[in-house]
């Protein structure tokens, strides 16, 4: 069974009307929009992927079955265009250009954020998919190997190999500041 | 590592689209669905189907049309040859009848 489907109860009851779509985009734009922005890095590239990954939905309305199939529909679209888009494009922020999230965080190191995300620019496009869907996301590695259509051991080497290249990129970047 | 897990997961934290971001998006379903919508009359959607349904026909056609072609050839080689057949046993009776005519001449006393 995978991690969307749900009781058959619940599929019975649930149906994604044409009418009701505004409250759905509404309910999830934060998520796909913030998934396009961390893998593609640019806001207005990430807005288009969005909107992109939404007139899917609303194509395919008709085959989501369940909310939990909604949510992992929409975060294995958005995921592939985002991929789709960065193997077209390869578009490289430096850090200077990568754009302060216009929510300030309580917790959070501005400057180290703002390396990470940066950082996160110069990953190839599967080990940015697997890091923004396990940090973002919170999603478990069985989860996202579902998600992206990846074997397991493949999703924990881009986890790993990602991961790595993030730290020696941060190193780097401290290591050139005063 | 925990710190660092932390720190990326706060770099990575989910934010707000640009306002009027799900407005934009009915914008682009509404548009789409107008384009989708051909009006009366315009034009027939035409599947693959349709296209090789319309060319088996269209071979079948072809293949009755050159089988009549060939049997309506075949018919007419056929006639000509029974007419060259008969021509043939017209001029040989004819000469066997000119040839009986001139031997009574010769041996008429």
Same mark, same amino acid.
């Given at each position: ?178 | ?13 989910? $934010?707000? /689209?640009?306002? #009027?971001?799900?407005? !934009?998006?009915? %914008?682009?379903? @509404? ?6 919508? =051909?009006?009366?009359?315009? $034009?027939? /959607?035409?599947? #693959?189907?349709?296209? !090789?349904?319309? %060319?088996?026909? @269209? ?6 049309? =050159?089988?009549?072609?060939? $049997? ?38």
């Amino acid at each position: 069974m995978s991690s969307w489907q749900t009781s058959a109860c619940e599929e019975r009851a649930f149906a994604l009307a044409e009418a009701d779509f505004a409250d759905v985009v509404r309910e999830h734009e934060r998520m796909v929009f913030s998934i396009a922005r961390n893998m593609v890095g640019d806001p207005a590239a990430a807005e288009e992927l969005a909107q992109e990954a939404f007139l899917e939905l609303f194509r395919h309305r008709d085959e989501i079955e369940s909310k939990s199939h909604l949510l992992f529909w929409l975060r294995r679209v958005t995921t592939n265009r985002c991929i789709d888009a960065i193997r077209r494009r390869r578009p490289m922020l430096a850090i200077d250009e990568v754009p302060e999230l216009s929510e300030p965080a309580r917790y959070r190191d501005p400057l180290m954020s703002r390396a990470l995300r940066s950082g996160m620019q110069e990953l190839p496009s599967g080990q940015r998919a697997v890091i923004t869907l396990r940090y973002q996301e919170e999603l478990g590695l069985s989860e996202i190997a579902e998600a992206l259509a990846l074997p397991l051991p493949t999703v924990k080497s881009h986890l790993r190999r990602g991961l790595a290249r993030l730290r020696t990129q941060l190193e780097t970047l401290s290591r050139r500041s005063p | 590592m925990m710190q660092f897990d932390n720190e990326v997961k706060q770099a990575l934290q989910r $934010m707000d /689209p640009p306002d #009027g971001f799900a407005d !934009r998006v009915m %914008a682009r379903i @509404a548009s789409e669905g107008q384009r989708s919508e =051909a009006p009366a009359g315009s $034009m027939i /959607p035409i599947s #693959g189907r349709w296209w !090789r349904s319309l %060319a088996a026909a @269209a071979l079948v056609t072809v293949l009755i049309g =050159a089988g009549l072609y060939q $049997m309506r050839e075949q018919r007419a080689e056929r006639r000509e040859g029974l007419r060259a057949r008969q021509e043939v046993l017209l001029a040989l009776s004819i000469a066997s009848e000119k040839t009986k005519v001139a031997r009574e001449a010769v041996t008429e006393p």
